[in-house]
């Protein structure tokens, strides 16, 4: 199964994830989306406050009414596919992921950690079962190299 790594939803989010999310129209991919919402005034606090927002939405790249989508946001803000199998774009099958969410201090503590091991792996080190899978070779330098840009992507 796919693992995305991605940086935390701020704890303000409108949403229910924990993760950075984007919202596109599900039949263009477009970014530029908008939903009509109702607000209710508060005579207490005097202030509108939202009662509701609707379900369809509309999009100004394609120009008309739409499904919105909740799209996964990968280290870098691009898009990393749909959030569930409700998600997907109208030609995209869904592909079922595992989502590992690392804060910038996890993400440089794992690079660290893996650029350590890269200049002192040992065959003795107790880690090394780790490493090979109980059997598969190590990564190589270029392989642990390849990870890290991934990873600080």
Known sequence: MPLLITHPAPKTADHEHR????????????????????ARWSEADQVWELSCV???????????????VERLRDLDGLDAGPVSKYDCYNDEP?????TLILSGRE???????IRFWQRRA????????????DGQEALSDDEIDALCERLNK
């Open 19 to 38: 993760f950075m999310i984007g919202i596109h129209c599900r039949y263009c991919r477009g970014t530029d989306v908008s939903r009509d919402a109702a």
């Open 54 to 68: 609707q379900d369809q939405g509309t999009c100004e790249d394609c120009g008309g009414e739409t499904t919105l």
């Open 94 to 98: 869904f592909v079922e992921r595992d």
């Open 107 to 113: 993400l440089a503590t794992v690079l660290a950690a």
């Open 122 to 133: 040992d065959p003795r080190d107790p880690e090394m079962e780790i490493a090979t899978d």
